[in-house]
C-alpha cells in the first residue's frame, strides 16, 4: 500500500480538514463535503461532463445493488461477499500506485493509528449494508438508511456537544415517522435487515464524528487527498473483513460456490463474473462520486443524492420484483423527502 515513514524532506504534508476527513457517506459514496465543489456556470462541455459523472453515478450504483443482490440469493454468505467487493478495489487503485499514474499516499505508523477506527466503521458501513442486502428487499434496506440524519445528529450532539439549529432537528421528524410507516408495512420485513441497515447508519455516522475529532486540523501523511483516502480505508476495511468474514462464515463459501455452479444456476466463470462486478461497480460508483460531487454545488448534490436513492429503490423493484404496498411507498416517499429536506437545512446552516 506504499506506506512509508514521513519524509524530513520536499513533498508536503497535505492538511487535512473537516470536509477531506468526511469523504465518504453511509453506502460507501463521496459526501458533498469530500470534494471542493465548483460553481455551476461552465460551458456546454462542462454541463455534459457533470451530467455524465452523474450518469456513471447513478448507473453503477445501480449496478452494484444488482450485482450484490443476485450474489447474495445465490450464496447466504454475507462477510465473504462483502470482503471480496472491499479487496476488489485493489486491483483499481494498486496499478494507479504502481505505474505512477496517482500519487501513492505515504502514511507513518502514527497515520495508520489515527486510521484504524476510522476504517473500522468504514467497515461497519459496508457489511452492515451489505447483510441488510441479503436479509431483505434492497428497497427496504434504503429506505432505513435514509435514515442515517437523525443518528448523525445524535452522535454529533453526544460526542462532540454540536447543537444545530431547530429547522434542522425538525426536517428529522419526516425522516423518522417515514422510515416507521414503511418498516410496519414493508411486505419482506426482518428485524436483521432493519438492525443491519441500522448498523451501517451507525458505523457512518460514527466515521464522520471520528473523522471530526481525529482528524480536523491535522497533517495526515503525504498525497492523501479525498480519493487516496477513500483507498487506503479500502485497504485497511480489506485487512480487518478477511479475518471477520473467516470467523463467521469460515470456508463456507467455497462449498456454497460449487453447490450453485454444481446446481447449473451459474458456471464457475459467470458466478465468478457476478461476484467481480459487484466489487467492481462498488467501488467505481464511489470512486465517480467524487468527480460527479466536485462539480456541483451543495443544493445539486442534496437533490441528486435524493434522487439517485429513489433510483435505486425504482430498479432494484423492477429488477427484482419486490412487490411494495401503498404503505411502504408513502413510507419511502416521506422519508426520502426528510432526507432532501435535512441536506438543503444544514447547507443553509453552514452558509450563516
Not at 470536509?19 to 463521496?30: I, Q
Not at 451489505?130 to 429506505?143: C, E, N, P, T, Y
Not at 426482518?190 to 466515521?207: E, G, Y
Request: charged share 10%.
Amino acid at each position: 500500500m506504499f506506506i512509508r515513514a514521513k519524509s524530513r524532506h520536499h513533498t508536503q504534508n497535505l492538511n487535512l480538514k473537516s470536509s477531506t476527513s468526511l469523504a465518504l457517506s453511509a453506502d460507501g459514496g463521496a459526501r458533498k463535503e469530500a470534494v471542493a465543489p465548483v460553481p455551476e456556470d461552465g460551458g456546454m462541455s462542462d454541463k455534459l461532463q457533470t451530467g455524465a459523472y452523474f450518469a456513471l453515478w447513478y448507473l453503477f450504483n445501480i449496478g452494484y445493488n444488482i450485482y450484490n443482490k443476485q450474489a447474495l440469493n445465490a450464496m447466504a454468505f454475507p462477510w465473504t461477499i462483502a470482503t471480496i467487493q472491499m479487496a476488489t478495489g485493489l486491483a483499481y487503485f494498486g496499478p494507479l500506485w504502481l505505474l505512477g499514474i496517482r500519487k501513492a499516499p505515504k502514511l507513518s505508523g502514527n497515520d495508520l493509528k489515527t486510521l484504524f477506527p476510522i476504517a473500522l466503521c468504514h467497515t461497519g458501513v459496508h457489511v452492515g449494508a451489505v447483510i441488510a442486502l441479503g436479509a431483505g428487499a434492497v428497497s427496504f434496506a434504503h429506505i432505513v438508511k435514509a435514515s442515517e440524519p437523525v443518528v448523525t445528529c445524535g452522535l454529533n450532539a453526544l460526542l462532540l456537544g454540536q447543537v444545530l439549529p431547530l429547522p434542522v432537528y425538525l426536517t428529522l421528524l419526516p425522516i423518522i415517522g417515514g422510515v416507521a410507516i414503511a418498516s410496519m408495512k414493508e411486505l419482506s420485513f426482518t428485524m436483521l435487515a432493519l438492525a443491519s441497515a441500522m448498523l451501517s447508519n451507525v458505523s457512518s455516522a460514527a466515521r464522520g464524528v471520528l473523522s471530526k475529532k481525529t482528524m480536523s486540523g491535522k497533517q495526515i501523511g503525504e498525497n492523501l487527498d479525498a480519493q487516496n483516502l477513500y483507498a487506503v480505508l479500502t485497504a485497511m476495511s480489506t485487512v480487518i473483513l478477511v479475518p471477520l468474514a473467516f470467523a463467521f462464515e469460515g470456508t463456507g463459501f467455497f462449498t456454497a460456490f460449487k453447490e450453485v455452479v454444481a446446481a447449473g444456476t451459474f458456471t464457475n466463470k459467470s458466478l465468478a463474473t457476478l461476484l467481480a462486478l459487484g466489487g467492481a461497480s462498488y467501488y467505481a460508483y464511489n470512486e465517480v462520486a467524487f468527480l460527479a460531487l466536485g462539480k456541483v454545488n451543495p443544493v445539486t448534490h442534496a437533490v441528486g443524492n435524493t434522487i439517485k436513492r429513489v433510483v435505486i429503490i425504482i430498479a432494484s423493484v423492477v429488477a427484482f420484483k419486490t412487490p411494495m404496498s401503498t404503505g411502504s411507498i408513502i413510507g419511502s416517499s416521506i422519508a426520502i423527502f426528510g432526507t432532501l429536506l435535512y441536506s438543503l437545512a444544514m447547507n443553509a446552516t453552514k452558509k450563516k
